[in-house]
């Protein structure tokens, strides 16, 4: 029975709880969700600095959901904030966030995807990950929305237009085969627009979810985790105690 | 019930009916599981000649597939011989390969992956789709055992200590992370090689049958197929029917 | 006397016979050229499936050509089918393909080209023989006709008109400085529209085949023919004899 | 008179006060230099971990170091840890880094250089920042010393020789033009490194201290600043304030 | 105190002395300037012929400057005529140009830079020198003014708007993050254009002249200079001497 | 009848009178060929100064060529010196160079191609030419031999045995499949080595001579010349006049 915790990487109360239904309707049968967020934080992360500022807390929690003997925890944020790190300090546990895993899956639907997102300066960031994960020739165009995260669902309606604009741009004009939906606030919307425009619409929430549970099910049967050779190799505990690292932080 | 059949794509009695055991281990629990081979053809695919002869008996056989109403199709060589033709030709089936199916999960657990082929043929072959699906950055080495396919099981006691010898050297010279094996007649063997090198190595065949899987769920749950804008825009039936393709052929 | 194989790789009576003509035309006057086509199959060849279908009945053209003591065969489209493959199984006569022979071409007359198409189909699968031969950084644009490859002939002056329209585009948005015609079946074309638009406008079928003259000499005068180390290594023709490939295919 | 202030972001003791000295040799006349460490933290930053830790605790002293004055701040660990987040949050103060400062300055004295790091497990993270900043088409290769950013210091003599052969390796076999010092705890040999290979050796300590006096001269003559346009727009302060963000973390 | 010498490489009497009086507004205090230009050559260097013409002159005017002891020189048109040679004939005096300094600048103040040129023809040479350089991936667009560089300051004001206009395109639609001017001969404009668009506008002689002042620095103080490893290592004086090349060109 | 001169660009005798009857050899029945060298110059180019310097002479001794009514100039040295200038100030000649040409036609006989040099010092020079050209992606290595450009036929025995030994471990190790000869002097030597190591080896003198051939007979065929618009857009003539550019130089 896969144990997953989905983290709400922000503060202090999470930017939506009703991301807990979504993961319920989604997940396979045997799959336990528990969903959480951080004590403290900013509501968003479109900065580095609030990004950057989240990192520690969201590390330990991950940390402490590896310790309680979970099998996976899904990262909420399409920055993809802290994931090397995340796979680094943990032990065999599976960590997956929602721009690589849309990134994989969406390569596998078609030739070229555009990404969504809310405003342009999300772009140097996102781009980033496109890069480090290998996925720049695959795409086809961001396309802006003007919004802020926060703004997602104040007017669902107007959002849904806006998206259903934007998407059918990215395919007629920039030649997109697949849609991203570039932040997990934009959940929810998936569904109508694919059916608008007709190609694949990637919800990253969902993305990361059915990877995370994907990569447990690899993992208990054939010993896939990440390697800790190189990138991945683990801090010393000895640091880690002799410095009270886990104390002072 | 996903029903998911794997095709040995080689005539006119499959490289290996063991196959069968094999996926009947690693399936899902309620996953059906299927094993077909062509009635004709090679009976390995390391050249391109023979690759491109039995593409069309390949791609004959999917649609056929398709037709039966199963789930998905697994093309059961490491050149993933007429992916992309498949996946325009079938309208709403999943179709892996095993080459696609490995890069994508050997880069989630590590920044680099080597590649253990059998013979120095085979790179310009594979370095083709490495580029063609985006990881080429990702790769580490490639690795020969200067065997041919035919070869790998005749003395299975030596290949695995020439994979141990490869991989080893793939780890400490080469940098690499994971290994793939890079061949699904090297099946039998990511086991023992993964504890002897404490690194994942990742087995295609499982790979491309785990993708399968998964990838039906997606469809099934979030209606998530191949685009049919552009790249894979089917042919149309009139075509086909007046030209009478499926009688010629 | 060098003799040269034009094939229209379509059948059952080829896309085109008046090719013969062109041909004749354009060749040096020492050589000798013969047209063929294939004795089944689909009329274009825009689909994936419907260039993996034909490959084999190619690759067996091109292996009977070259038997009966041919200098060279020239593959009629645009995708360039079975272009590697036939490199492979041919002991030392030339083989050529439009695409290849029109890339190394205009990159020789300026920095960039673009390359006019029928529909957005093509695009994915050009773009695969763009990177793999080497010419992406090349690329001004695509300019797409919206036609298919058997309307260009229909109404000439109309294919005439929108090609003026789309290669000066092409030039003075997209900065291009060469226009390639991208599909065989475009033939006809190239002298009013380089007259019109005073940049070099290239042919893909005379691309093709001037460059297999050309080869033919060198490979006359210099022995330079396909190296047959690594990637264009021939299969064994014991492995051809036991498998009986040549008798089921 | 510019003020700069170098931050050496380990805690609770910085990793070296000796740097100081350094800084006080190299230093423009007019220049007024400071040092600093954080309060807390561990003592190195070779893993994902650690870094991401002390990132927060680091941005808010180049907040501090900006808003008490200063002209610039420069953070002294080859990874450039926060580099972005601190140039977002930074109104006009300039902020460099010891890898971007290198780069750019090793890239002006050769086509290729060497960085010699302390072990295997940096070479992901350094190259990210080679990528990011785009250099990674300079780089001839990674010489690892086989130590640890704490032992360089420890038997000065065998870093100094072991140093020597690196360099030398990477001159000889991978025809390094420059040499980089990857890690600011190596400082104090690049001189005799240098007069023993007879190319330059960058000390990644000055080049991003000397980076810091020239930007600071360029910003006070020309007014060239950090762009805030998309990537580097600050994040609001009505937000920061609502969200008690200086408070809480 | 470092004596510097801008080159302007044309001839008879340079393009304009004017930039004589903008280097001793921009230079530090202690600097010593000097403007030289060729005795002879076209008055603009936008052809690939004129460039190739001056550039013998160039170099033996840059190899007179070291040799009267100067500390270095900057090569004052924006194609970086010579850079390369320049650096190979040198002892270990400093050589600057335009485009290099400008592209290095440009790229820490913003993720992207757009180049404001006077004609298309100029695209192909400069991005020779951004490949080259290893930039081309900071490159947001090339904007075009549709003037000669003798153009620019005909009418001072029109040019001005020009820039303004092309700036703000660059901005919008292109997300350039930072300008540079893409032609020593717009010399004058920086200022205005910087504080009508709120981003860095990078003016190339500023940007050449610093960087020779801080890499005279940097040489003076740790012994930096271009290697003469490989790519820059000087022609043999036996064979010059033996084939009287100073004599003869 | 095709007329085409071969320059030696290099004074006051040329490098290699030989060379003249190693084209007539080659030709074509109907080609003439004139062989021609600078009248002052270095004896070899292998630095960047001496190819500067020559190129306004060969560049002028190009014009002379065309004026005279020639059909074709090629240029005799492996950096392909002027070669971009040369198309630039061409009415409709035709102008080759032994990388451009060697690069082409190497890519079509295989993957990879290794290229043997002389010394280090001229890698960075044709690596700018491999990636201007697009073909940095072709290259399996450098092989050295150790020599200047001068050495080559001083002892041709040695020679012949060094590029054996070179070529071989280029196939074996670094997996080419094809051979460059990468400088015009190492003439004389490809047959033996051909046959020797039984993979195609391309001399540059030949490919440039052939490709000039046969750009002629295209050119005179279907009027494909260089493009004139951008990159090679020729100086206008009323500036040259003006500027006495012809006197002057």
Same mark, same amino acid.
């Given at each position: 029975m896969p144990q997953i915790v989905y983290i709400d990487p922000v503060g202090p109360e999470g930017a939506c709880p009703l991301i807990k239904d979504e993961l319920d309707k989604i997940k396979r049968r045997e799959t336990r969700v528990e969903f959480t967020h951080l004590k403290r934080g900013p509501q968003h992360l479109e900065y580095r600095y609030y990004e950057s500022l989240i990192i520690p807390d969201l590390l330990h929690t991950i940390k402490d959901i590896e310790e309680k003997g979970n099998d996976a925890a899904v990262i909420g944020c399409f920055y993809d904030p802290g994931l090397s790190a995340a796979r680094e300090i943990t032990r065999n546990m599976v960590v997956t966030a929602p721009a690589e895993a849309s990134f994989h899956l969406a390569s596998k639907y078609g030739s070229k995807f555009s990404i969504i997102i809310?405003? #342009?300066?999300?772009i140097a960031r996102i781009t980033e990950n496109l890069i480090n994960y290998g996925?720049?020739?695959?795409?086809a165009s961001f396309k802006t929305?003007?919004? &802020?995260?926060?703004?997602?669902?104040?007017d669902p309606k107007h959002t849904e237009e806006k998206l259903k604009e934007k998407a059918l741009e990215a395919v007629k004009e920039?030649?997109? #085969?697949v849609i991203i939906? &570039?932040?997990?606030?934009?959940? &929810?919307?998936y569904k109508q627009l694919q059916e608008h425009i007709n190609v694949p619409v990637i919800d990253p929430i969902i993305a990361a979810f059915k990877y995370a549970e994907f990569l447990v099910e690899l993992r208990n049967s054939?010993?896939?985790?990440?390697?800790?050779?190189?990138?991945?190799e683990m801090p010393p505990d000895e640091e880690i105690d002799k410095w009270k690292i886990r104390e002072i932080y």
């Open positions: 809310g405003r #342009e300066k999300w996925f720049e020739d695959k795409l929305l003007e919004m &802020g995260v926060l703004d997602f669902h104040t920039d030649k997109a #085969e939906l &570039g932040c997990t606030m934009q959940f &929810g919307f054939f010993g896939w985790i990440t390697s800790k050779k190189y990138t991945f």
